[in-house]
């Protein structure tokens, strides 16, 4: 707790208590204010208001900086593998050998889907998207997993987040194979994470799928790069309804959901279709960039471009770009909608409207290049996502459980809708 800040309202003065973070930034705390004052505060879309004290991830979006539980984003897509970035975000430290191999052993026994939830895949409709037949099997799957709703101990958390990081996996490389009407693919106890997921996606009955090194090691960094980023529409989801009490289960299905709208996780998906539709229309990007800027009705965004927090490069685009630009060449692979992305940034970082405003390419720009080229499908794209971001969920997920001061997430709000009336019969409506 620091200093206090001052504000007059109705000539009275309040006190308010100013909290610092570990890097220096600033709140005030108005949590008794309108007990003290009768005043809310408002603020829509929360763009500057911090929900929660969090000790997992850490953003400086005007120095374009990322860390989670102090370890640079640069580091650990470099040398993490994405259990480890797991292990790491949900309980607070790098796992020793010994603790890496427990958990990854954890994951390996607790990859396969219970028979029984297999027929589930086939009630959905051949077109049900997978991020609606992923939010729906993680709360069918919470029965499977535990005895009761609640967790009740450490060791049950521990084989719930195991579970559910290992089974979203396989449930979904087992919802593309529904959905494409092949069999479903058991998951391997050798393969890693990333090997694992893409063996499941690609293995036919005739054909056993063996990913290259490249393949599984752009997957992994890829993974690790979208494990969390503090307090995200979908992150903040997850803590809303884990705020309720929910269970793990419960809290991850809803944060799928949040994650699924174009604005958030689909945006990877919506960069590539937006490239497609230049492409097939022959607009030129400077045509497009005007289209963007001419924010008539109907007028485009600039998918993969903005974001809330970073008013500086997205520490991650620069990170997927040089993988995206790295993998092709290394697979031999060339992507015309790599080069027209190119472009499209350059003609946006050098345009008044994107510079003025801030706008810089993030994580969704080039990501959707690589799945393209690991020959992940575009409705996969979210899905991949949500498999990365699922350890931050979890991760905040458990610092709620642990905090035993935790209070329910209940916003205010300033009612702006008619005052009080009649009630009118319906013949006279
Ligand atoms: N294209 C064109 N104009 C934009 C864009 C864009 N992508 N992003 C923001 N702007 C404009 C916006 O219209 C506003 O203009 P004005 O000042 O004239 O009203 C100005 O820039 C400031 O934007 P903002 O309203 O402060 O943006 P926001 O913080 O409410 O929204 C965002 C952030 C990420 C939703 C938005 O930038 C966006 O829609 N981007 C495209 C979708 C996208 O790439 N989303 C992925 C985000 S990163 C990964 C993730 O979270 O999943």
């Known amino acids: 707790m620091g200093d206090t800040a001052k504000l007059e309202l109705d000539g009275t003065a309040y006190e308010l208590p100013v909290v610092v973070g570990t890097e220096g930034e600033h709140a005030v705390d108005i949590s008794k204010l309108r007990a003290q004052s009768g005043y ?12 929660c004290e969090s000790a997992i991830t850490f953003i400086d979006g005007d120095a374009g900086i990322l860390r989670y539980r102090g370890y640079p984003i640069e580091q650990l897509a470099e040398k993490s593998t994405f259990v480890e970035a797991a292990q790491l975000l949900i309980w607070g430290e790098l796992p020793t050998p010994a603790q890496r191999d427990h958990f990854s052993a954890l994951l390996a026994e607790n990859s396969a889907i219970p028979s029984d939830m297999l027929r589930h895949f086939g009630a959905f409709p051949a077109h049900a998207h997978p991020m609606a037949i992923m ?8 029965g499977h997993d535990l005895p009761g709703i609640h967790i009740e101990s450490d060791g049950e958390f521990e084989l719930a987040a195991a579970s559910l990081l290992s089974k979203v996996r396989t449930i979904a490389a087992a919802a593309y194979k529904a959905h494409k009407s092949e069999p479903i693919v058991w998951p391997r106890y050798d393969l890693g994470f990333a090997e694992n997921f893409l063996h499941m996606m690609f293995t036919q009955p005739y054909r056993e799928h063996v990913p290259s090194a490249e393949a599984a090691r752009a997957l992994n960094m890829m993974l690790v790069l979208h494990a969390d980023h503090e ?19 419960a809290s991850a299905a809803a944060g799928v959901c949040a994650l699924w709208g174009p604005l958030h996780g689909g945006a990877n998906a919506a960069v590539i279709e937006m490239l497609e539709e230049i492409r097939a229309s022959g607009a030129s990007v400077t045509e497009y960039v005007a289209r963007v ?14 974001h809330r927090v970073y008013r500086n ?15 092709l060449d290394r697979m031999h692979v060339t992507d015309p909608l790599l080069d027209l992305a190119r472009e499209l940034e ?17 994580v969704d720009f080039y990501s ?30 458990k610092e709620m459980y642990d905090n035993p001061a935790q209070r329910i997430y209940r916003p ?9 009336r009649d009630w009118v019969p319906s013949e006279e409506r």
């Open 135 to 142: 939010s729906g099997m993680i709360n069918a799957l919470q």
């Open 231 to 249: 307090q995200n529409c979908s992150t903040s989801t997850v803590r809303m309804v884990a705020s309720s009490q929910a269970n793990l289960y």
């Open 40 to 51: 809310i505060t408002l603020d829509d879309g929360y763009g500057n208001t911090g929900s």
């Open 412 to 420: 205010r709000q300033i009612y702006v809708g008619s005052g009080q």
């Open 368 to 397: 959707g290049i690589i799945l393209r080229a690991l020959g992940i499908p575009l409705d996969m794209f979210t899905v991949m996502f949500a498999i990365g971001r699922l350890p931050g969920w979890i991760a905040n997920w």
């Open 293 to 306: 800027k001419s924010k008539e009705a109907g007028a485009p965004k600039l998918m993969g471009f903005g």
């Open 346 to 362: 350059a003609a946006a970082l050098a345009d008044d409207y994107f510079v003025s405003r801030k706008l810089y390419p993030n």
């Open 313 to 327: 490069f997205d520490p991650r685009a620069k990170i997927i770009k040089k993988a995206a630009d790295d993998l």
